[in-house]
């Protein structure tokens, strides 16, 4: 047994049998009872040395007071949650200044007089001072400044071992290098869950199956018409059919503190000088690792006598709209900062009939990708789409974005069956094929959500080989770090999905994350930026150069402005400006009759671009 797993099975025991018993428990030899419920008998099946960064509930999801609230509203803020206490931090800096939890709430001096309604007239008098103290009183002056915290860095074993020692139901986790700043919350159920990982884990590979249930020969039934082959349960919940995310998802973000930080700031200084301020932020980070820009990365890389400027060479294949900003969901590293907030920013069927009239008179397009947001609750999704199927016929390919829980959204009950009659090849977001790790950066409950919707596309035809419904899945990683081999990932896609859920699905595309808007301000706000551009631009691919999507993608806004991709989209470098122009209009869809005129046009460019030439690209 190694020394973490011996650390942790003491944890573990002193977790089931109470603290007070964990000093007798201290020499485990001595205690015959114990050491004959041992379960590390050999070498353990697999190590595994789990950090408290692995197991905790990260800080997009911990629910958290400022000091100002009311006690008030604390007590209902935690009731409704469910939860027995929540780390307080400053409003405006975001660090950590106490924790609150259920007991704060009974002053001490008062000692009974909270429970005791029923005493005397002197009692009553005394509960009633007490409830009016409470009930005036702040989370500032309740709050326990003591707080226990540790780095997130550290192994959970010695985040086991203090909870039990201190009998603790919670960890507050602060970043290692800045003890003030709150990365996460760690309670006494996650250790539990992390104990029994690492103890399924440390079973020798034989042990399932010494203990099978399976009957030997000689005691089978010769009933056998009582004998029930048992098959995996399709996981297909219809009670989410119709069910809608978004309020959910608004939930979330009133409690996401990084959402609420970008919200104000984008009320008082506005988009366009936001993004400005951005495109600084990655260019300081440049100019630290002494890169001029991208243009002169690319001349020394590519070996050419001037900065390296990007050019359609030929007319566009593929017209990319996106067609509004509304998402049901609100994820964490979202490029288009997208969310049920986002109700204005919708394209108009004016401008839906002129990308239709373009498409017409562009024969060279041959693909039509519709992006949002979640662009089917747009109600011009379902217009261009039968639209543009009925006057391309089959010869166009028609691609939906779609983040899967939106089949579920009231309204969209035939989506799948609308998707199915026009062909309409779905490219789904998938980030994982844990549930864990899809919550986290999705919100709560949507892998459950997805996997349900994969299902019921299985079910319409979608992913079989041969259907001619085609369902492709999407990856991008959960943080600051490069996908990994498509092809390999792709094999472990479909083994785990398959089996765990019986889905099918096509192809699995990995995607870089751009450091553009919320995934920028993600890596900004952990100083991790520098690091993050340092990697792009370490592992530039010279290979991807020849597939660059903007060589043949003319990408449209939900306002009719053209851009040459989505990323240039959400930065706002419009076809037809300057790229530090924010007052230019640019060009929009009603300045041109056919998109194969933009052939030949130099394409915009800049420090974003790093992420589509590193390691494999960026589908
Ligand atoms: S990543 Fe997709 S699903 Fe998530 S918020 Fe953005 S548009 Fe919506
Ligand atoms: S971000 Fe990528 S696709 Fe867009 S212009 Fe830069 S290199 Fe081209």
């Known amino acids: 047994m190694t020394k973490t797993m011996t650390r942790l099975y003491w944890a573990a025991t002193a977790f089931l049998l109470g603290p007070s018993v964990v000093s007798s428990l201290s020499q485990p030899s001595s205690n015959?009872?114990?050491?004959?419920?041992?379960?590390?008998?050999?070498?353990?099946?697999?190590?595994?040395?789990?950090?408290?960064?692995?197991?905790?509930?990260?800080?997009?999801?911990?629910?958290?007071?400022?000091?100002?609230?009311?006690?008030?509203?604390?007590?209902?803020?935690?009731?409704?949650?469910?939860?027995s206490g929540a780390p307080v931090v400053d409003p405006d800096s975001g660090k950590l200044m106490g924790i609150i939890s259920s007991s704060d709430f009974m002053f001490k001096d008062y000692s009974g007089a909270l429970l005791n309604m029923e005493g005397s007239e002197e009692s009553l008098k005394g509960f009633v001072e007490v409830a009016q103290k409470i009930c005036g009183t702040t989370v500032e002056e309740l709050m326990s400044c003591n707080v226990f915290t540790i780095a997130d860095t550290e192994p959970m074993a010695k985040a086991a071992d203090i909870m039990a020692r201190r009998n603790l139901h919670r960890l507050v986790v602060v970043d290692p290098k800045d003890e003030e700043k709150l990365v996460g919350i760690l309670t006494r159920s996650d250790v539990m869950r992390d104990v029994m990982t690492t103890v399924r884990a440390a079973l020798p590979e034989h042990a399932a199956a010494s203990s099978s249930l399976l009957p030997d020969?000689?005691?089978?039934?010769?009933?056998?018409?009582?004998?029930?082959?048992?098959?995996?349960?399709?996981?297909?919940?219809?009670?989410?059919?119709?069910?809608?995310?978004?309020?959910q998802t608004l939930d979330d973000l009133t409690t996401d503190q990084d959402f609420q930080i970008t919200q104000q700031r984008l009320k008082t200084q506005g988009a366009a000088a936001m993004t400005k301020e951005e495109r600084l932020q990655r260019r300081r980070a440049l100019d630290d690792l002494g890169i001029l820009s991208f243009e002169s990365f690319l001349q020394q890389q590519l070996d050419t006598s001037v900065p390296f400027t990007l050019k359609r060479k030929v007319p566009p294949k593929v017209l990319q709209i996106n067609i509004g900003l509304y998402c049901n969901q609100a994820c964490a590293h979202c490029h288009v900062e997208s969310s049920p907030l986002r109700t204005e920013e919708q394209m108009t069927t004016d401008i839906c009939a002129q990308c239709l009239e373009l498409l017409k008179s562009s024969p060279s397009i041959t693909t039509l990708d519709i992006t949002g947001g979640a662009p089917e609750l747009n109600p011009a999704f379902r217009y261009l789409v039968s639209?543009?199927?009925?006057?391309?016929?089959?010869?166009?390919?028609?691609?939906?974005r779609c983040n899967l829980t939106v089949l579920q959204e009231p309204g969209q009950e035939d989506l799948v069956a609308f998707l199915k009659e026009h062909k309409v090849r779905v490219v789904a977001s998938l980030p994982c094929y844990s549930a864990e790790n899809v919550d986290q950066q999705r919100g709560n409950g949507v892998f459950e959500?997805?996997?349900?919707?994969?299902?019921?596309?299985?079910?319409a035809g979608y992913g079989h080989p041969g259907s001619g419904l085609v369902l492709d899945l999407v990856y991008n990683p959960l943080g600051a770090f490069l996908p990994p081999d498509q092809t390999k990932l792709q094999a472990k896609y479909k083994e785990e999905l398959d089996e765990n859920f019986g889905i099918l699905f096509d192809s699995l595309f990995t995607m870089t994350n751009m450091p553009i808007k919320r995934f920028a301000d993600f890596l900004y706000r952990r100083g991790e930026l520098k690091e993050y551009m340092d990697l792009l631009q370490r592992n530039f691919n010279k290979d991807t150069m020849k597939t660059l999507m903007c060589y043949e993608t003319i990408s449209i806004g939900y306002d009719g402005k053209m851009y040459d991709c989505d990323f240039n989209q959400q930065l706002g470098y419009k076809i037809g400006a300057e790229k530090d122009d924010d007052a230019a209009k640019g060009m929009t869809v009603f300045d041109?009759?056919?998109?194969?005129?933009?052939?030949?046009?130099?394409?915009?460019?800049?420090?974003?671009?790093?992420?589509?030439?590193?390691?494999m690209g960026s589908s």
């Not at 639209?387 to 939906?400: F, H, K, T, V, Y």
């Not at 959500?449 to 079910?459: M, V």
């Open 32 to 83: 015959p009872k114990v050491s004959s419920q041992r379960v590390f008998v050999s070498t353990p099946a697999k190590t595994i040395r789990r950090l408290v960064s692995d197991c905790m509930t990260p800080r997009n999801k911990v629910h958290v007071l400022t000091p100002q609230t009311t006690s008030d509203e604390a007590i209902s803020f935690l009731l409704t949650r469910g939860i």
């Open 217 to 247: 020969y000689g005691t089978t039934s010769v009933d056998i018409d009582k004998i029930r082959l048992s098959r995996a349960k399709k996981w297909r919940r219809e009670d989410l059919f119709g069910n809608s995310l978004v309020d």
């Open 387 to 400: 639209c543009a199927r009925a006057m391309r016929g089959e010869d166009l390919e028609i691609i939906d």
């Open 449 to 459: 959500r997805s996997i349900a919707a994969l299902l019921a596309l299985n079910e």
């Open 592 to 615: 041109i009759d056919s998109f194969e005129k933009l052939q030949g046009q130099a394409i915009l460019t800049d420090n974003h671009c790093f992420g589509c030439t590193a390691g």
